[in-house]
């Protein structure tokens, strides 16, 4: 069975909140993106500090997520929109 198609069968069981299956595609294909990105700071933490252990990498990782640019404010460099508020 198709990736779309089992999304598709999830969603018309009811398990899936968003009907729109275009939507939630892109929604998946966002958290492939932001999982991909994880990876690969990851793998740059491991060759800047190669003696760290997991739980140290796994620390700075932590750290990098809440003070990269735009953290503090949930999103990235730039002017915060005022969209959704």
Do not use: N
Request: hydrophobic share 40%; aromatic share 6%.
């Amino acid at each position: 069975m198709a990736r779309e198609d089992r999304l598709l069968s999830v969603c018309q069981r009811k398990l899936c909140p968003v009907a729109d299956v275009k939507v939630a595609q892109r929604f998946r294909l966002a958290l492939e993106m932001y999982e991909f990105g994880e990876r690969m700071h990851r793998a740059s933490l491991r060759r800047r500090h190669p003696d760290a252990s997991e739980s140290e990498i796994a620390a700075m990782l932590r750290a990098w997520r809440q003070s990269r640019p735009g953290a503090p404010s949930g999103d990235a460099d730039g002017v915060a929109s005022r969209r959704f508020t």
